[in-house]
């Protein structure tokens, strides 16, 4: 937490200086709050390099530069911004000038990349209203009110409020060092509130992905919707359905893989957003009682890694989300006559193809997921030389992993999971005993759980593997 910066949020109405009426911004009942660099904790250190050479850059070239939208929210809050998102008047053209390291990127919303090594900062024309049209540039909407494109240029209070929430329309201006605050986006980081800019309706309407990102917001900055910006998501979470698979799973990554996967999990299924996404699992989570803690304890896990910056991929997290649906297909081929090796593939590729029109999930993803599927049906088998090929297994520790999932989450008897931390810790030695033992009782764990109870009869019951 930055020092000060309580003081400054107990008291901020002294400091703040309106320079426009209630009306003023384009309409809106919203006024335009300039804070003096000595009344704000928001300082240059918190900024990287390459975003203060871009605002200077545009600034000594004649051009208005500000840090927008997410640094400035997180830098308010006392967090590590993670990245910068740049708002000027230059046009894109006029940015790709100024900088030899950048490109125009873009259709429905054209903005600049300028690269630093591995850091990108977003460059941003001020957008008009999609009404008014200042220049040759065309916004467009469909019949039911999604913006298809935004190419209309205009000032930074127009920016402003087409901007999503309150909280994310704060501008840091790199002339005075002043925050400009046009939506009352202050007050709303003070009560810790989400509140759409605007009717709330109209505003999903024209990007339905908002309602995606409102819930990851409350979800990483345990904010609340305000009640306006709640109400219409239940009616309008349908919406979703229009947006292009490749957008969402772009979506997907920063929901279930920035480290607050769980509360994400949660709210989108409060909101009844999850089911836009993965109806399958969706689904399966109303037959299969393992099926949603399998989820939550794979994002749980997930948060974790991220906490301890470790490696994450999204394979191990989609294995998990769409279990359930497989292990749902797969029962209803082997009911009807299919043997269990085949009617695993089968279901996984039916569970792909069914998931990919929503999500789009590229191929170095959906394959490892497949391998960590394949390998459940071999983590039982440990038979002579199956052992050591599923241990050599390039996908062998997520399979593993998920294993281990699957017994926490109530799915199958724990045993199995055990057997193979001890395998992959034993020498030589060890391992043959433990080779042996299950030679005793080949089926001994691993079985779900109801069939492995009614089985329980035999000899061997005290021969757990
Ligand atoms: P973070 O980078 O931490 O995820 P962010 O708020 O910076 O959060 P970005 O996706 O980087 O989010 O977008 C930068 C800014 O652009 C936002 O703060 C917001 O002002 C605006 N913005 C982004 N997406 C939308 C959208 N779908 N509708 C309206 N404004 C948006
Ligand atoms: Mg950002």
Same mark, same amino acid.
């Given at each position: 937490?930055?020092?000060?910066?309580t003081?400054?949020?107990?008291?901020?109405?002294?400091?703040?200086?309106?320079?426009f009426?209630?009306?003023? !911004?384009?309409?809106?009942?919203?006024?335009?709050?300039i804070?003096?660099?000595?009344?704000?904790?928001?300082?240059?250190?918190h900024f990287?390099d390459?975003a =203060?050479?871009?605002?200077y850059?545009?600034?000594?070239?004649g051009?208005?530069?500000?840090? !927008?939208?997410?640094?400035?929210?997180?830098?308010?809050l006392?967090?590590?911004p993670?990245?910068?998102?740049?708002?000027?008047d230059?046009?894109?053209?006029?940015?790709?000038?100024? #900088?030899?390291?950048s490109?125009?990127?873009?259709?429905?919303?054209?903005?600049?990349?300028?690269?630093?090594?591995?850091?990108?900062?977003?460059?941003?024309?001020?957008?008009g209203?999609?009404?008014?049209?200042?220049?040759?540039? $065309?916004? &467009?909407?469909s019949?039911?009110g999604?913006?298809?494109?935004?190419n /209309?240029?205009?000032?930074i &209070?127009?920016?402003?409020?087409?901007?999503?929430?309150?909280?994310n329309?704060?501008?840091?201006s790199?002339?005075? #060092?002043?925050?400009?605050?046009?939506?009352?986006? !202050?007050?709303?980081i003070? %009560?810790r509130?989400?509140?759409?800019i605007g009717?709330?309706?109209?505003?999903?309407r024209?990007?339905?992905?908002r309602?995606?990102r409102? /819930?990851?917001?409350?979800?990483?900055?345990?904010?609340?919707?305000?009640?306006a910006?709640?109400?219409p998501?239940d009616e309008?979470?349908?919406? =979703?359905?229009?947006?292009?698979?490749?957008? =969402?799973?772009d979506?997907?990554?920063?929901?279930f893989m920035?480290g607050h996967g769980?509360e994400?999990?949660?709210?989108?299924?409060?909101?009844?957003?999850f089911?836009m996404?993965f109806?399958? %699992?969706?689904?399966?989570?109303?037959e299969?009682?393992?099926?949603? @803690?399998l989820?939550?304890q794979?994002?749980?896990?997930t948060?974790?890694?991220? %906490?301890?910056?470790?490696? /994450?991929t @999204?394979?191990?997290?989609?294995?998990?989300?769409?279990?359930?649906?497989?292990q749902?297909?797969?029962?209803?081929?082997?009911?009807?006559g299919?043997p269990?090796?085949?009617?695993?593939?089968a279901?996984?590729?039916?569970? $792909?193809?069914?998931?990919? &029109?929503?999500?789009?999930?590229p191929?170095? #993803?959906?394959?490892?997921m497949?391998?960590?599927?394949?390998?459940?049906q071999?983590?039982p088998? *440990? *038979?002579?030389?199956? /052992?050591? +090929?599923?241990?050599?297994h390039?996908?062998?520790r997520?399979?593993?992993?998920?294993?281990l999932?699957?017994?926490?989450?109530?799915?199958?008897?724990?045993?199995l999971?055990?057997?193979?931390?001890?395998? +992959?810790?034993?020498?030589?030695h060890? +391992?043959?005993?433990?080779?042996?033992?299950?030679?005793?009782n080949? %089926?001994?764990?691993?079985?779900?759980?109801?069939?492995?109870r009614?089985?329980r009869?035999?000899?061997?019951p005290?021969?757990?593997a």
């Amino acid at each position: 937490m930055f020092k000060g910066f309580t003081r400054f949020l107990q008291s901020p109405g002294e400091h703040l200086r309106s320079l426009f009426g209630p009306e003023d !911004v384009a309409g809106a009942s919203h006024e335009l709050r300039i804070i003096p660099r000595e009344q704000h904790p928001v300082s240059r250190q918190h900024f990287s390099d390459a975003a =203060l050479k871009v605002l200077y850059r545009l600034h000594n070239a004649g051009f208005e530069a500000y840090l !927008v939208g997410g640094c400035i929210r997180d830098s308010l809050l006392g967090r590590m911004p993670k990245d910068f998102d740049v708002a000027t008047d230059a046009t894109p053209e006029q940015v790709k000038e100024l #900088f030899r390291n950048s490109r125009i990127i873009g259709r429905r919303f054209r903005i600049v990349h300028v690269r630093f090594g591995r850091e990108v900062i977003e460059v941003t024309t001020f957008r008009g209203k999609p009404g008014d049209d200042h220049g040759d540039h $065309i916004a &467009q909407q469909s019949d039911d009110g999604l913006l298809l494109r935004d190419n /209309v240029w205009g000032n930074i &209070q127009e920016d402003a409020l087409r901007r999503d929430f309150t909280v994310n329309a704060l501008y840091y201006s790199i002339a005075d #060092f002043s925050i400009h605050d046009f939506a009352n986006g !202050v007050s709303d980081i003070e %009560a810790r509130t989400l509140r759409l800019i605007g009717d709330p309706a109209t505003r999903y309407r024209e990007d339905p992905v908002r309602m995606l990102r409102a /819930v990851r917001f409350a979800a990483k900055l345990d904010f609340h919707l305000a009640q306006a910006t709640e109400a219409p998501i239940d009616e309008l979470a349908p919406l =979703l359905l229009q947006i292009p698979p490749a957008r =969402l799973f772009d979506e997907i990554l920063k929901m279930f893989m920035g480290g607050h996967g769980v509360e994400t999990f949660r709210l989108l299924r409060h909101y009844g957003l999850f089911a836009m996404l993965f109806p399958e %699992a969706d689904e399966a989570m109303a037959e299969l009682p393992w099926a949603e @803690p399998l989820i939550e304890q794979a994002l749980a896990s997930t948060d974790r890694r991220i %906490a301890e910056e470790r490696p /994450v991929t @999204p394979a191990f997290l989609f294995a998990a989300l769409l279990w359930g649906p497989v292990q749902l297909r797969q029962a209803s081929l082997e009911a009807g006559g299919m043997p269990p090796i085949p009617a695993l593939q089968a279901a996984s590729q039916q569970v $792909i193809s069914r998931q990919l &029109q929503h999500i789009s999930i590229p191929k170095r #993803f959906s394959m490892p997921m497949r391998d960590i599927w394949d390998i459940q049906q071999r983590l039982p088998m *440990r *038979r002579g030389r199956r /052992v050591f +090929q599923t241990r050599e297994h390039p996908r062998f520790r997520a399979g593993y992993d998920l294993l281990l999932l699957r017994e926490a989450a109530g799915e199958l008897e724990p045993g199995l999971g055990d057997w193979w931390t001890a395998f +992959q810790q034993a020498d030589e030695h060890e +391992q043959r005993r433990l080779l042996d033992k299950v030679g005793a009782n080949p %089926a001994g764990s691993g079985a779900p759980r109801k069939r492995r109870r009614r089985r329980r009869k035999p000899k061997n019951p005290s021969n757990e593997a």
